[in-house]
């Protein structure tokens, strides 16, 4: 199978997780919604394309490097009086982050997807606008299906699936031990405002790989040795 890889790296970025509010989470690699609004922004196209690239597009993500977490806390402004009509906000946000990213879809796609990487009509953003990230080595590979164990890339989590981190194989970076989260692959754009959809767990983790208790099959990026999972 052909895919587009490439890297991203960026200085400051967040990846809110859903239904937080004054204290916003952030996911420790981007999502797949993420990713495909990216791809939508640098493509020059809209809305409505957004969410036709989120059901034909398949994504896979390895957490190459994450220096640090922080907290960050800003005032907003709100209708409500009180507190002089100002709140404060936390957000997580992650400090120097780089993943590498792997995009599978049809032929003509694709084409269009490694022509934006490489020539981008907007300037690249992953998270929040002001978010802005550096993409580097874009490429086509192949990439064959193999039955294994172990897994480089963030993984979808079944039910009595058991894993092991096992550490050493990114050197120097910071460790973020394995931990399950949800995610949506898709919104119903039926209702305003839109709902998500479609919703999975994931298994995300930075600075090692995790064996898994049975085998499942993963693609294979025979180049850097990375077992990647595609959602």
């Known amino acids: 199978m052909k895919v587009v890889r ?100 049809d032929d003509d796609l694709r084409a269009e997807i490694f022509d934006s990487l490489k ?20 490429e086509e590979i192949e990439m064959e299906k193999v039955e294994s164990d172990r897994v480089h890339s963030i993984f979808q989590f079944c039910e009595e699936m058991s894993f092991t981190p096992i550490f050493g194989e990114f050197k120097g970076m910071q460790i973020f031990p394995p931990r399950i989260a949800t995610i949506n692959l898709d919104f119903n754009t039926k209702k305003v405002p839109r709902k998500p959809e479609k919703f999975i767990q994931i298994v995300e983790f930075a600075g090692l790989y995790c064996e898994l208790d049975s085998k499942k099959m993963f693609f294979v990026d025979q180049e850097k040795k990375y077992n990647v999972e595609m959602l």
């Open 6 to 105: 490439f890297t991203t790296e960026g200085l400051i970025n967040s990846f809110r997780v859903p239904q937080t509010s004054t204290h916003q989470l952030t996911y420790l690699a981007p999502t797949k919604t993420n990713i495909v609004g990216m791809i939508s922004s640098i493509m020059g196209k809209g809305e409505d394309y957004y969410y036709q690239l989120l059901k034909n597009i398949k994504v896979g993500i390895i957490p190459v490097e994450i220096d640090s977490l922080f907290t960050d806390a800003w005032t907003f402004r709100k209708w409500k009086d009180a507190g002089s009509g100002r709140d404060i906000l936390k957000r997580e946000k992650l400090y120097k982050t780089k993943y590498v990213i792997y995009i599978s879809c």
């Open 119 to 138: 020539n981008p009509l907007r300037i690249p953003s992953l998270g929040m606008d002001d978010e802005l990230v550096l993409i580097r080595g874009v």
